[in-house]
């Protein structure tokens, strides 16, 4: 299996039927109907963000990948802020 960020990243046999892949755990995937893609719109205003933590996560400055920012925005605390929207 590889990664599919985007649409137009599946297989042609994949975009003909339709189909598209679902990570359901490491290793593990399933390949289900329909589009499986959305469009996220480009933020109208940013806003900023200051760390509830009194110290720097080093860690979070090791790596490139996805899983990286989304353990920093937990540890941080951004991840809250959705939650009460």
């Known amino acids: ?35 499986g893609y ?3 719109p480009s933020p109208s205003e940013l806003q900023g963000y200051r760390s509830k933590l009194d110290f720097e996560l ?9 899983i990286r920012y989304l353990d920093y925005a937990y540890a941080v605390s951004i991840l809250s802020i959705l939650r009460d929207l």
């Open 38 to 40: 959305i469009d996220v």
């Open 1 to 35: 299996m590889y990664e599919q960020d985007a649409q137009e990243e599946r297989p042609k046999a994949f975009q003909d039927s339709s189909l598209f892949i679902l990570p359901i755990r490491n290793g593990e995937y399933a390949i289900l109907r329909g589009e």
């Open 58 to 66: 080093e860690m979070s400055r090791i790596g490139n990948s996805k």
